[in-house]
């Protein structure tokens, strides 16, 4: 596997590419048609947002861009990687490498400190307890929390445990962040902070991918998809 740290195989080409990707669930004798045939390219910086109404496929959309979820039709190809023809164990090492995830329920380990959140990700035992120590207080540092490193998550306010769930999604330095309604439980205050936070981690050259309802975070993206019916439509 390439390491995106040291080489970007294609960077003027698209870094991310979906192609004729479907994703049919089969919930008991009933069939799904989450996502239907869709092909799209990530150029590498890219802020893009997608949208669409409840139901038409962003979530899953966005699981299957993040190797989550093995699609039923089509390819991921990411930095030239063929993503779901990877083993289970490559595929955990390319997540881990290229992708921070970022939920609208935050998903903090309730009973670990906002610095052992932000942990969490790291490949075990590579770095000495001291140098986990260095990178918690930079990352946090970079998400404005630095003063909170010992609290627990349920001490904090949402858009504080946000930004510790963004500071756990970049521990690993991935060149891409995706995010499924990261928004969707703080007011509109805080949206705004976390949107800006974004944008800050975009412009260091982060491609983000954020699906959201918010016509307010929106606006952040340069490129908007949208989807019906598992479908794109423009
Ligand atoms: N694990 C699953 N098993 C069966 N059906 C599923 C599963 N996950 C999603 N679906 C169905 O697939 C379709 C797309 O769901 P998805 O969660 O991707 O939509 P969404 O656009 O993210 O919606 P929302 O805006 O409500 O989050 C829906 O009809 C949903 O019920
Ligand atoms: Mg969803």
């Known amino acids: 596997m390439s390491n995106h740290q040291n080489e970007i195989k294609n960077t003027a080409m698209s870094f991310l590419e979906v192609q004729n990707v479907s994703k049919i669930y089969q919930a008991g004798r009933e069939h799904v048609s989450a996502v239907n045939g869709i092909t799209s390219q990530v150029m590498q910086g890219e802020f893009i947002s997608v949208t669409g109404p409840s139901g038409s496929g962003k979530s899953t959309l966005l699981s299957i861009l993040g190797g989550l979820n093995h699609p039923t039709e089509g390819k991921l190809l990411v930095d030239g990687i063929d993503v779901y ?60 929390l630095t003063h909170k490193t010992r609290r627990l998550p349920d001490e904090l306010s949402g858009g504080e445990q946000q930004r510790v769930a963004i500071a756990r999604a970049l521990i690993n330095q991935p060149p891409i962040i995706l995010a499924d309604e990261p928004t969707g439980n703080l007011d509109s205050a805080t949206s705004e902070e976390i949107m800006k936070l974004f944008q800050a981690l975009n412009s260091e050259g982060i491609t983000m991918i954020m699906v959201t309802h918010n016509p307010d975070n929106i606006r952040y993206a340069r490129r908007c998809i949208s989807l019906r019916d598992g479908k794109l439509v423009n």
């Not at 955990?92 to 490498?97: C, K, L, P």
């Not at 329920?105 to 000495?128: C, K």
């Not at 140098?131 to 970079?142: T, V």
Request: glycine content about 4%; proline content about 3%; charged content about 20%.
């Open 85 to 144: 023809e990877l083993s289970v164990e490559q595929r955990a090492d390319f997540r881990r490498e290229y992708l921070g995830f970022v939920f609208q329920s935050f998903q903090l380990i309730p009973y670990l400190t906002v610095a052992e959140n932000v942990l969490l990700p790291l490949t075990v035992s590579s770095h000495s307890n001291s140098e986990q120590k260095e990178m918690a207080l930079s990352i946090l540092e970079k998400v404005g």
